[in-house]
């Protein structure tokens, strides 16, 4: 079983940039794919970023696409989310995921709040 933790999150003002980590125990994610999630106040939960096993591979929600960037360290046991140019708008808890059976998002953190200023 994988257990994830979230940290990072914080105030910063619009156009700041913070870097969540989400760290792993309990197994190594270094076979997984992992993800990047965000829930608003009020809004279902969405999609932000991915990235794969190796790291070579990536994805981006449009909405943050050239901003934000993920990355892995499977030596570390950890995948990051370094995130730039923040706006109002990105204020969300953030919650890290693992795909461990290869067809869905099967491990969650308990998230970790970001919260942009105008």
């Known amino acids: 079983q994988v257990q994830l933790v979230e940290s990072g999150g914080g105030l910063v003002q619009a156009g700041g940039s913070l870097r969540l980590s989400c760290a792993a125990s309990?197994?190594?994610?270094?076979?997984?794919?992992m993800g990047w999630f965000r829930q608003a106040p009020g809004k279902e939960r969405e999609f932000v970023a991915t990235?794969?096993?190796?790291?070579?591979?990536?994805g981006y929600a449009h909405s943050v696409k050239g901003r934000f960037t993920i990355s892995r360290d499977n030596a570390k046991n950890t995948v990051y989310l370094q995130m730039n140019s923040l706006k109002p708008e990105d204020t969300a808890v953030y919650y890290c995921?693992?795909?461990?059976?290869?067809?869905?998002?099967?491990?969650w953190g308990q998230g970790t709040q970001v919260t942009v200023s105008s």
């Open positions: 995921a693992a795909d461990t059976n290869g067809s869905s998002w099967s491990n």
């Open positions: 309990g197994r190594t994610i270094s076979s997984y794919a």
């Open positions: 990235i794969n096993w190796s790291g070579a591979i990536t």
